[in-house]
């Protein structure tokens, strides 16, 4: 279900200001959805239409050369607010993989990684940079297997990410099948100490 | 090695420690509601898995239900679809559900203390970001996404990492007519909105101890707001005295052994944080916000800052597209600014003490005409105990409607909403654009605020309304 990640060559779109919240990433109204496919036209959607339906020409992933894009440089805070996975998912189905900003919102960060987008956490000047050079048009690429981010041709970064979380991005796995997988008899063996340690929890 | 209150609740669960850092973590009880759990559920179904433990979860509809006309079914069909999902897939898994017309039903973070489904020393974990209100009675609580919804309840186990420890000291005593809520905007506004990510806060202080329940959950809930997805207050006399023979808490010899293990629930005292902040609550005046993110608080008389004065380019840009949002100027006061409408409720701010605070400002007085008024109680019990004490009455003479328990106007999903460039001084968490209806303006203070708010009809130090009186 989860698309793997392994590769992006893309332009990416620079949103400067600080704390673009998931309300503006999902607007609540469309909350009431009981699905997670199909979200991306709510991504953005009050930054991206006006109130009588017309597309906002400067939003930065409506600007001519930056429309598909599949990275985003932002601001700090960048998933700040509710816990909305929607907002995740909603990247994802409009084809964001990749956000690097000097912050995120941690219950964000913690979502995007279970859906296959990359949060790249850098130091707020090499984001202003990152952000200059996404508006020039520069290609940002990054390589899971290696796992690096160039831009133009230079190396910015390593990922860091650890094996097990690479290997999540390479193959989309879902982190509910890996605890299953791995982690049932320790969860079990948690469990009866637990109950002799707490029993007024388990009454 | 010294610990902190959060390192004692974090190593008290840790199932197993994986190499790059992150750890599982059991999670002893989970809250639901409608909007975050409809695709958890799919996962699992999808999978053939079943809640593992189904009397660790509780769940209600909150989110998006109407507060109004409550015989009647859901009149909003995608709202009602998704209610009736809830109940459908609770009722397959087994899970404990409170029904729209029980008497319990609320916002989870209302619901699950009253009913003693929250408890100190424990995980609880729910697909809202507002968890964190959970920690004012000591539990490790946090909001998670709707796949850790379903991760949560087929394994009862969670991949999280140990944030750092930031320790809030509360300096000094509350002085008259402030509250949690200013406490919390102050906080906010000091740290940032994500100033505080990656981190766990704990509150401490002498203040903390002539704090009701109700006042700490809303120090704790509005935490997110400042980035930190868990905050704590250590338990003590109030908090157990607050849980006793509440219906979910442990009874007879259990409540005496669990007693026994939250009274040691506290940091040692050589504890050390990675990171300390202090607010001094003398001479802290009632806050409000002006702009589009809860960082965006001033005391009530301070000026609107100016966007292009800000040392941070950035956050000048910001600034200014929320002051084109709220249609504000710089160097402009909030204190006399006309409001539309007024909302009193939400999981920060819809509990007794709260109707309890607003009441007192609106006694004997009205609504200023013209401005639309309404208060929701945080849940249907709640509501029963105002009007025992005749707090329903007072709302209403003063011109409140006096609603049904859901999250209503602070989350704007269930019909509830303001129009667009209407203003609002509002009781919530939010000021997000749009967060109350598209192009709504929102305005967060504490209830006693909002009350004045409503008499005069414009943002007001509520206490120089107390002096007039």
């Not at chain 1, 996975?85 to 979502?111: K, M, S, Y």
């Not at chain 1, 520069?138 to 650890?162: H, I, N, P, R």
């Not at chain 2, 015989?71 to 397959?92: C, G, H, S, W, Y």
């Not at chain 2, 909403?417 to 109350?436: D, K, L, V, W, Y």
Request: glycine share 10%; hydrophobic share 45%.
């Amino acid at each position: 279900m989860i698309t793997p990640l392994t590769r992006i060559t893309s332009r990416a779109a620079y949103f400067p200001e600080t704390n673009i919240d998931t309300d503006i990433i999902f607007p609540a109204r469309y909350l009431l959805r009981l699905e997670r496919e199909g979200l991306g036209e709510c991504a953005f959607r009050d930054r991206r239409f006006t109130s009588e339906g017309a597309e906002i020409a400067d939003f930065p992933l409506h600007r001519d050369g930056w429309r598909g894009a599949q990275a985003i440089v932002a601001g700090p805070g960048f998933g700040c607010g509710s816990s909305r996975e929607h907002a995740v998912w909603a990247l994802v189905d409009f084809g964001i993989r990749l956000v690097i900003a000097p912050d995120f919102g941690d219950i964000f960060a913690g979502n995007a990684v279970k859906n296959g987008l990359l949060v790249l956490r850098l130091p707020k000047e090499v984001c202003d940079d990152l952000g200059r050079k996404a508006d020039e048009g520069a290609q940002f690429e990054l390589d899971m297997q290696a796992q690096t981010l160039c831009v133009d041709g230079m190396k910015v970064c390593d990922l860091g990410l650890s094996e097990e979380v690479q290997q999540a991005f390479l193959n989309g796995w879902d982190e509910t099948d890996v605890i299953l997988n791995r982690d049932l008899p320790a969860i079990e063996a948690f469990e009866s100490g637990h109950k002799l340690r707490q029993p007024w929890l388990f009454a | 090695m010294a610990q902190t209150l959060y390192d004692k609740l974090w190593l008290s669960h840790v199932v197993r420690d994986f190499a790059d850092g992150s750890s599982l973590i059991y999670v002893d009880r989970h809250l639901l509601h409608e909007v975050s759990t409809p695709q958890s559920f799919v996962a699992m179904d999808k999978r053939g898995l079943r809640a593992r433990r189904p009397e660790a979860n509780l769940a209600v509809a909150d989110h998006a239900v109407p507060t109004v006309n409550r015989d009647k079914p859901i009149a909003d069909p995608m709202a009602a679809r998704q209610t009736a999902r809830l109940i459908e897939n609770v009722a397959r898994h087994k899970i404990p559900y409170i029904a729209l017309d029980d008497i319990r039903q609320g916002i989870v973070h209302v619901m699950g203390p009253e009913q003693g489904f929250t408890l100190p020393g424990i995980t609880l974990a729910c697909g809202d970001s507002h968890t964190s209100t959970h920690g004012a009675f000591g539990a490790l609580a946090f909001g998670i996404g709707a796949s850790e919804c379903g991760i949560v309840m087929a394994t009862q186990a969670l991949v999280q990492r140990k944030a750092c420890n930031m320790k809030v000291v509360l300096k000094g005593a509350m002085p008259p007519g402030l509250t949690t809520k200013d406490i919390a905007l102050k906080l906010i506004a000091t740290v940032g909105a994500n100033g505080a990510a990656g981190h766990a806060i704990e509150y401490v202080g002498p203040a903390l101890a002539d704090m009701g329940m109700e006042a700490r959950m809303t120090l704790c809930n509005m935490a997110i707001e400042a980035g930190a997805r868990v905050a704590l207050i250590a338990p003590d006399a109030t908090t157990f005295a607050w849980l006793k023979d509440r219906p979910m808490a442990p009874k007879g010899d259990l409540w005496e052994a669990a007693l026994a293990y939250w009274q040691t629930l506290r940091s040692d005292a050589d504890a050390s944080y990675d990171r300390e902040v202090e607010i001094d609550l003398e001479g802290l005046a009632p806050h409000a916000t002006w702009g589009t993110s809860p960082e965006d608080a001033l005391p009530i008389d301070a000026p609107i800052p100016d966007p292009a004065l800000d040392a941070n380019p950035q956050r000048g840009a910001r600034h200014k597209k929320a002051l084109d949002y709220m249609g504000l100027r710089p160097g402009q006061r909030l204190e006399g600014l006309p409001v539309d409408v007024v909302f009193i409720g939400s999981c920060t701010n819809g509990r007794l003490a709260d109707l309890q605070a607003a009441a007192a400002v609106l006694k004997g007085r009205r609504v200023q005409e013209g401005v639309r008024a309404i208060v929701v109680p945080g849940s249907g019990l709640v509501k029963a105990q105002a009007e025992a004490q005749g707090l329903d009455h007072i709302f209403k003479q003063a011109g409140f409607e006096w609603r049904d328990a859901g999250c209503s106007m602070c989350v704007a999903m269930n019909g509830d909403t303001i129009a667009p460039g209407e203003r609002c001084a509002s009781t919530s968490n939010r000021n997000f654009e749009g967060r109350q209806g598209k192009g709504g303006r929102t305005h967060l203070m504490s209830p006693a605020m909002a009350a004045a708010a409503a008499v005069t009809g414009t943002l007001t130090d509520v206490r120089k309304l107390e002096a007039l009186a």
